[in-house]
């Protein structure tokens, strides 16, 4: 059974994109992350088996598009509109994915519904990454409360009072914030997400690219324990602030489609 593969997303433009990741990155560097998780996660979809593959875009596509997806402005609308309007342009079985889990795979993608009536991708924030339908019917996505910790829970809910077979994929962790950027590039370190977190990561260290936090300040000791625990490998190793998120801001919520 062939399937449609949708991206939503948003143009990776600084001030749009990533806002919590600063500080302590800027938002030019954010937009920079955001662009390189974007292009990882086409990069996924375009080795994926697909009957169609669909970028549904807030913005304008850029040279990170990659060749064989057709482009589909996201309509006007809370995220669950533009999750549902999404699934209303196929006309078939369809598997839709966000931007903010770059270490996604082909083999992650590749659904059969021949014994299922929809995937579902569980997001560690309560969100989701994924939500793949045999029917789509945009009434089981219009409504959900999206950007909560609940909104997964909420949305399996929906499918299986549906009364459809429900799949679940492999929990992921969608990148908010620093600590997840840390997370997740060490997941997949051979992409062009941890690329860009590593060359960025330098620029966070004081004195190294753009003004950095009063020295001494809470916000400069994460920030380098950031950068340290970033070339050690192991995000386990920053301070605890790094880890839990704290004091840096804390698919779907908002954040798992391309906040």
């Given amino acids: 059974m062939s399937v449609t593969l949708l991206v939503i997303a948003k143009e990776p433009r600084p001030g749009r994109v990533k806002t919590r990741l600063t500080p302590p990155f800027t938002p030019g560097e954010a937009a920079m992350l955001a662009e390189a998780a974007l292009v990882d996660t086409l990069r996924a979809v375009a080795a994926t088996p697909a009957r169609r593959r669909v970028l549904v875009l807030d913005g304008a596509p850029g040279p990170w598009l990659p060749a064989g997806f057709d482009v589909v402005r996201q309509c006007a609308g809370g995220l669950d509109e533009r999750l549902a309007a999404a699934f209303a342009g196929c006309d078939g079985p369809a598997l839709l994915i966000g931007m903010d889990t770059p270490q996604v795979t082909p083999a992650l993608l590749t659904v059969d519904f021949a014994d299922c009536d929809a995937y579902f991708g569980p997001a560690e924030d ?9 029917e789509p019917d945009p009434e089981l996505l219009r409504g959900v409360p999206m950007s909560t910790g609940t ?12 009364g459809l077979r429900v799949r679940d994929l492999p929990r992921l962790r969608d990148v908010d914030t620093a600590a997840d950027a840390t997370a997740v590039a060490a997941a997949a370190p051979g992409g062009a997400f941890a690329a860009e977190l590593d060359r960025l990561g330098a620029l966070v260290a004081p004195g190294a690219g753009h003004v950095p936090p009063p020295a001494g300040s809470e916000a400069t000791a994460t920030a380098s324990g950031f950068v340290a625990g970033l070339r050690a490998g192991r995000p386990a190793d920053a301070p605890a602030e790094i880890r839990t998120g704290r004091d840096l801001g804390t698919v779907a919520g908002q954040r798992g489609a391309g906040r």
């Fill in 151 to 162: 909104t997964g829970a909420v949305q399996r809910r929906r499918l299986v009072g549906a």
């Fill in 126 to 134: 309560g969100g989701f990454w994924a939500l793949g339908l045999a």
